[in-house]
């Protein structure tokens, strides 16, 4: 089995209404559970805003610390589940279920092995 990352790619901006976002939860609570039925899941996250981020930068001096997301865009992450699957046909196939269910587009990579 391979290991692969499913990243989820939000645009920025406030959090959905509830009415919109429930929905979302629920279809991903039970594709996480088809997931773990499976023997494909080994973890998710969501994750914080990217105005919570900090960025790390090693220079000749030492290291640089600033605020923010490390690049300006109009999507950020917003979470991740990782995978183990076969081959990257079936990892495709998780990933267009996630990208059904929240509606977000789901990049799929894989982990070096």
């Given at each position: 089995?391979?290991?692969?990352?499913?990243?989820?790619?939000?645009?920025?901006?406030?959090?959905?209404?509830?009415?919109?976002?429930?929905?979302?939860?629920?279809?991903?609570?039970?594709?996480?559970?088809?997931?773990?039925?499976?023997?494909?899941?080994?973890?998710?996250?969501?994750?914080?805003?990217?105005?919570?981020?900090?960025?790390?930068?090693?220079?000749?001096?030492?290291?640089?610390?600033?605020?923010?997301?490390?690049?300006?865009?109009?999507?950020?992450l917003g979470g991740f589940t990782v995978i183990?699957?076969?081959?990257?046909?079936?990892?495709?196939?998780?990933?267009?279920?996630?990208?059904?269910?929240?509606?977000?587009?789901?990049?799929?990579?894989?982990?070096?092995?």
């Amino acid at each position: 089995m391979k290991t692969y990352l499913l990243s989820i790619y939000q645009p920025d901006g406030p959090a959905p209404e509830a009415a919109v976002l429930e929905p979302i939860m629920r279809g991903l609570a039970t594709l996480t559970k088809d997931l773990q039925d499976a023997g494909a899941f080994v973890f998710s996250a969501g994750l914080c805003p990217p105005d919570t981020a900090t960025v790390v930068r090693s220079g000749a001096t030492g290291a640089l610390v600033t605020d923010g997301p490390f690049t300006e865009g109009k999507e950020h992450l917003g979470g991740f589940t990782v995978i183990q699957a076969p081959d990257l046909d079936a990892a495709l196939k998780w990933g267009e279920r996630m990208a059904a269910v929240t509606t977000l587009p789901i990049e799929v990579r894989p982990f070096q092995q």
